[in-house]
């Protein structure tokens, strides 16, 4: 049956800033399709939720809590897996961000920040992970989670909107080093409520006009990102490589609009 194409049975996949929204939400929805999952992020009492979820699913859960601005934790989670589970299939780079900023008053070390934490972090990982993948499994998918400010131009978003470009090409660049073995994807997410928009999304002279401009009239949920990781990391998606799905509502321009004035 074709559902069976979405399957991750006994699969092991690594999941970062899982502790809540879209990480929380993927990792999820991989062990309700079969996959055991190390997951990481800062907070532990978050991650702890998230394995109780994965647990309820039938599938087991690895927390690690740690601080992945830095590259080597990131990379250390390859191995994390491995030793927990006795082999890698899955990555998911969804650990990320940066706050607006104005352009001008965005300085140097503000886009090394972003590019750190939104790129090199990813690439961490990624090299970390590709030798344990074809170690122990021989084929795998990884998955970088992007942003549509990576392609559509905003005020403030600078440093986030740079970072994310660059990691939506990288998606690109990975996948040809990386085939046939290693399939690497992105999914671009819009206006996604979660813990992050929840300001927004709370108030309604706000999101109403977000939603208004947003082709498909509503804001997003965590499981529509969720949903598109599943049919990357799984056969479902064994013919995709190099791609990057927008999950954004149909989105052609930024839907919140940073008050910066004009010069």
């Known amino acids: ?27 999820i929805a991989f062990a309700e399709a079969g996959s055991d999952v190390v997951i990481s992020s ?13 647990h309820a699913a039938g599938r087991r859960a690895h927390v690690v809590a740690a601080d992945l601005s830095d590259p080597d934790a990131a990379a250390a989670l390859a191995t994390a897996a491995v030793e927990q589970f006795g082999r890698l299939d899955i990555v998911v780079n969804n650990v990320g961000g940066a706050l607006p900023k104005p352009l001008l008053d965005t300085t140097p070390a503000d886009l090394e920040a972003a590019f750190t934490f939104n ?13 344990k993948i074809l170690e122990t499994s021989g084929s795998g998918s990884i998955i970088n989670i ?36 290693i399939r690497v994807n992105g999914i671009a997410p819009g206006s996604i409520v979660t813990s992050a928009l929840e300001i927004v999304a709370s108030n309604e002279s706000i999101r ?9 009239r509503t ?26 799905i927008e999950v954004d509502g149909g989105l052609i321009a930024p839907n919140l609009d940073i008050p910066i004035p004009d010069l």
């Open 1 to 27: 049956m074709i559902l069976d194409l979405f399957r991750l049975d006994d699969q092991v996949a690594v999941v970062t800033g899982a502790g809540r929204g879209l990480g929380a939400a993927i990792a």
């Open 208 to 216: 109403t006009p977000m939603e208004k401009v947003t082709p498909m």
């Open 146 to 181: 992007t942003s549509m400010m990576g392609r559509q131009p905003g005020r403030a978003f600078a440093a986030y909107g740079t970072a994310k470009a660059a990691l939506t090409h990288y998606t690109r660049l990975a996948s040809m080093d990386l085939c046939p073995k």
């Open 119 to 131: 790129v090199s972090n990813a690439h961490a990982l990624v090299t970390a992970a590709v030798p």
């Open 42 to 54: 800062r907070t532990e009492s978050e991650l702890r939720g998230v394995a109780d979820a994965v």
């Open 219 to 244: 804001l997003g949920e965590p499981n529509d990102v969720a949903a598109a990781a599943l049919y990357l990391a799984s056969p479902a998606g064994k013919f995709m490589t190099g791609k990057v």
